[in-house]
């Protein structure tokens, strides 16, 4: 076996493990693979060992390596900040978006995403550890955007997003989870998506509720941002 797929099973028994002890089914919790900075041979390679799930930051990197890959049936999901003048090209060429933190930015992708295909599946992006270098939407702001994003004709909203401040310590990390759900339990919008939990702190992450897990380096190993300085 190749060293991707040793590492996608190493991070596969992980979830299993993770969702057991959190008295869930492994099935519950979805990976997703950030291919952000790697080629398309990987994406390709991961791909063949039973992922189809890949999020992308660098919206001009992720056109090129859809455009490679075009033969393979992948669903892309777009999860870096969203500047205005990008929004047009992500309505168009992915399935999700996990990054949304302001309401501008929601309208234009409805307003963008062409007529033929199906609604924009979007999470909502909160700053749960109130981190001023952080995009998110500040906690308070949360349920007044949920509310107009989700009345939005060609997006979905499925859930919510969080990047908490990195720490070693389980409790802590539980804790920032625990806030997120808290807040979408909150929003009682009937929301299926809890989009956190990275390649260090998946288990507590799954602890807490995620449903979408985002692993990078544990399983396309670590990255050269060389070329996005």
Known sequence: MSTLADNLSAISARIASAAQAAGREPTSVQLLAVSKTKPASAIREVHAAGV?????????????????????????????????????AIAEHFDWVHSVDRLKIAQRLSEQRPAGLAPLNICLQVNVSGEDSKSGCAPADLPALAKAVAALPNLHLRGLMAI???????????????????????????????????????????AQGATWVRIGTALFGARDYSNHA
């Open 52 to 88: 189809r799930d890949f999020g992308e930051n660098y919206l001009q990197e992720a056109l090129t390596k859809q455009q490679e890959l075009r033969d393979l049936p992948l669903i892309w999901h777009f999860i870096g900040p969203i500047q205005s003048n990008k929004t047009k």
């Open 164 to 206: 908490p401040e990195p720490t070693d310590e389980r409790a802590a990390q539980e804790r920032a989870f625990a806030s997120l759900r808290q807040l979408q339990e909150e929003l009682g919008l009937g929301l299926d998506t809890l989009s956190m939990g990275m390649s260090h702190d998946l288990e507590a992450a799954i």
